[in-house]
């Protein structure tokens, strides 16, 4: 009755009372401080500490509340795998599926939420960013939320940007790949970027597919492959706008091991270097451009995916995410199990399973270590 309750609040945007809110605070002490304290590996290949609370943060995590079903329908949800049956969500299942899998904290961010109608999704991302805000402010150890943008609209991104962060005090920025077949590293963009890299920003990107995509393959979802191509789309855009060149300070995290970003990185600094247009915005080259990146195990943890990954970057790059609801528990099983498989010695996967995302989540790592010594 009481996660029913509570439930039931967050939908219609009330917090949950203090005792209540102590109580969840409580237990997710009570649950933290079960955790076994690990060791994360840092940039400089050197071994940190971690917070005694960091076991596993989940970077790659949707929230599907009810404003955004009621706004985008049903078709909306299900439209990257149109044979699926859109998965259903509420807080509680979030929780749920992270208490059995060792989950400290998800960091959540929205599905799509781009619409023609720029009205409709000026108010329905900030409906969701609130939304989000709600169950940091409900479940602080347990939580953490990328705020997505109104994009293309720049005027109305730069806005939210600091609604985001000044009022909803959110841990980063989530994107899309692309916004009304604009890509990243477009011109109109570049405010955005400038601003986010003022602001020393985490921005998570997660993939679409743009118009000129969707439906080539008619009895194959987008999700099967051009979500991961259209990673690499935005990375190379990102590059050859000299985007990530002119915004150093961004810590960009890319979904899905970045796509098909491995595979082809070699092959993107060769023709970068030659092609006197492209090189001019990638000064120092390519490679050291996309061996700063962070790059999600979401549906990509496993030896194959990972042994590509490995060779651009080291573990210190790779964080933990499961594409919950959308991939099912049976997928985070297959991705908690799956980097056991990979090789890394247990300090890398502890620093893969949260102290790398520590690292770039200072809120989500501060409060957690706070609720597990308390």
Do not use: W
């Given at each position: 009755m009481h996660q029913e309750n509570n439930e039931r609040n967050m939908e219609t945007g009330r917090a949950a009372s203090?005792?209540?809110?102590?109580?969840?605070?409580?237990?997710a002490g009570l649950l933290a401080s079960k955790v076994v304290p690990g060791m994360a590996q840092t940039g400089t290949g050197a071994v940190a500490a971690e917070p005694a609370s960091v076991r596993r943060i989940d970077v790659h995590h949707h929230f599907l509340p009810q404003?955004?079903?009621?706004?985008m329908g049903e078709a909306a949800i299900g439209a990257p795998a149109p044979n699926r049956i859109a998965p259903q969500w509420r807080v509680t299942d979030s929780l749920a599926v992270m208490d059995r899998h060792g989950i400290t904290t998800a960091v959540v961010s929205a599905p799509p939420l781009w619409m023609p109608d720029m009205a409709k999704?000026?108010?329905?991302?900030?409906?969701?960013?609130?939304?989000?805000?709600?169950?940091?402010?409900?479940?602080?150890?347990?939580?953490?939320?990328?705020?997505?943008?109104?994009?293309?609209?720049?005027?109305?991104?730069?806005?939210?940007?600091?609604?985001?962060?000044?009022?909803?005090?959110?841990?980063?920025?989530?994107?899309m790949t692309n916004y009304d077949d604009r890509y990243l590293g477009h011109v109109d963009f570049a405010p955005v970027f400038d601003e986010l890299n003022r602001r020393k920003a985490v921005v998570y990107v997660h993939p679409t597919s743009c118009s000129c995509s969707r439906g080539l393959l008619p009895d194959e979802p987008d999700s099967l492959i051009e979500f991961p191509h259209d990673t690499t789309r935005t990375v190379a855009s990102l590059l050859f706008s000299g985007t990530f060149s002119r915004c150093p300070d961004i810590r960009f995290i890319f979904s899905h091991a970045g796509g098909t970003v491995p595979y082809l990185a070699t092959r993107m600094a060769m023709l970068g270097s030659s092609d006197k247009g492209l090189a001019r915005h990638v000064p120092d080259g390519v490679m050291p451009i996309l061996r700063r990146l962070y790059y999600d195990t979401a549906i990509s943890a496993n030896p194959i995916s990972m042994a590509a990954l490995l060779k651009l970057v080291t573990p210190a790059n790779v964080l933990l995410?499961?594409?919950?609801?959308?991939?099912?528990?049976?997928?985070?099983?297959?991705?908690?199990?799956?980097?056991?498989?990979?090789?890394?010695?247990?300090?890398?996967?502890?620093?893969?399973?949260?102290?790398?995302?520590?690292?770039?989540?200072?809120?989500?790592?501060?409060?957690?270590?706070?609720?597990?010594?308390?």
């Open positions: 203090p005792a209540r809110r102590k109580l969840g605070m409580m237990m404003v955004f079903r009621e706004t999704t000026r108010n329905l991302t900030r409906a969701c960013n609130e939304y989000s805000a709600q169950m940091v402010a409900d479940h602080p150890t347990r939580f953490g939320t990328f705020a997505a943008l109104p994009l293309p609209d720049v005027a109305a991104s730069l806005k939210e940007v600091d609604h985001s962060f000044d009022i909803l005090k959110a841990d980063g920025i989530g994107l995410g499961t594409d919950f609801p959308f991939v099912p528990e049976r997928g985070m099983e297959a991705t908690l199990s799956g980097l056991r498989d990979v090789g890394f010695s247990e300090s890398e996967l502890r620093a893969v399973e949260g102290g790398n995302a520590a690292r770039l989540l200072e809120r989500v790592a501060r409060d957690g270590a706070r609720t597990a010594a308390a």
